[in-house]
Structure formats: structure tokens, C-alpha cells
């Protein structure tokens, strides 16, 4: 194996095991209560649409999630009564983060997030970027899934997507999972 081979494999190790492995969204977020706080509120009830505009704060457990303004869509399935809501947020940035079931914090921003808490999915366009463990992963629309821990970087066609790996920071995460993985199996 080459250097330059095993150099890419070291780097995509890293990049995966920085925003995957730990990445075990705390599950038990979807079951606390939803507070949020704005300075205007309105409601379309005929269309199921929730407006909460400026200085919005959305909080759920670890879930917080801060825009200038945020929709709220709510949808329910025909066959099986299940409501399911979508929240929009737009802001320069919008925010969201979250606290991991293993201690660590999750951050994304965009210029628009839409959050499908049902499907488990957060989308980020204009301007994204998440940040985990001292790491960095901007483009222009970056999708994660919360319950597969997958994330996937796009940008404009003539534009990159751009990781910045602290590689310090890292090793003291893979340890702290280690030693965390290593205390549970005992």
C-alpha cells in the first residue's frame, strides 16, 4: 500500500468517524415537550401552518434551534390519523444543534434548515455547515440522518465541499468513545 493510499484511507477514517460513529442523536429528545418563543406568532389553522417570526427559539430537550423566522407544517396520514410536522427555518444563519447521547454537540447552520423530525432528517442550504468534535464540513446543501448517522455533503457545480479535521480533537473523542464502550461492555 502507498503512502499517498493509505494517506486518503486516514482521511476518510477520520472525516467518518468524526461525523458518524459518534453521532448517536439522543433519541429521547422526540419525546419532551416543544417550547418555542418568538416576538410574533400567527397560524393558518385551515392549512395546518404554524409562523413564528423574529428572534425565534425552538428547544426540545438538547434540540435547540434559533432563526429569524420558522414555519411549522403540519400533515396528518389519512390512513393512520400519525401526525407529521416539518419546521422550516431561515435566518442568516439559522441554527440547529443538538446534544448526542454520547456528551458531544452537533451544529448545523444554513442560510434554511428543514427539519423532519418523523423522517429523521435535517437539511442545510445556502451557505451549510455542521460542526462535531472541533470539525468542519461546509457546502452548499448538507443532508444528515439522525437515526443512520449518514451525512452528505453537495455543492454548486463549480464550487468544493470542504472538511477541516482537527485531528487532536479526533483522538480525544475515538478515546472518549473507547473508554465509554469499554466501561459499558464490563
Do not use: W
Not at 6 to 13: A, I, S, V
Amino acid at each position: 500500500m502507498t503512502l499517498k493510499k493509505l494517506g486518503k484511507g486516514l482521511l476518510f477514517t477520520s472525516i467518518f468517524l468524526t461525523l458518524a460513529a459518534p453521532v448517536n442523536a439522543a433519541k429521547k429528545d422526540l419525546n419532551q415537550e416543544i417550547t418555542i418563543k418568538s416576538k410574533r406568532q400567527s397560524a393558518d389553522l385551515k392549512n395546518k401552518i404554524a409562523s413564528y417570526l423574529d428572534d425565534v427559539s425552538i428547544n426540545q430537550g438538547s434540540i435547540a434551534i434559533n432563526a429569524d423566522i420558522v414555519q411549522v407544517y403540519s400533515k396528518v396520514d389519512k390512513l393512520t390519523k400519525a401526525k407529521y410536522d416539518t419546521y422550516l427555518a431561515k435566518g442568516k444563519p439559522a441554527i440547529f444543534k443538538q446534544q448526542l447521547e454520547d456528551g458531544s454537540l452537533i451544529s448545523l447552520q444554513a442560510n434554511e434548515i428543514k427539519y423532519q423530525p418523523d423522517l429523521n432528517l435535517i437539511t442545510v442550504s445556502g451557505n451549510a455547515q455542521v460542526k462535531q468534535a472541533g470539525s468542519r464540513v461546509t457546502g452548499e446543501t448538507i443532508t444528515y440522518n439522525t437515526l443512520s448517522e449518514k451525512l452528505e455533503a453537495k455543492s454548486n457545480n463549480h464550487e468544493s465541499v470542504t472538511t477541516v479535521l482537527q485531528p487532536a480533537q479526533i483522538k480525544a473523542q475515538q478515546d472518549k468513545n473507547k473508554k465509554q464502550n469499554d466501561s459499558k461492555s464490563n
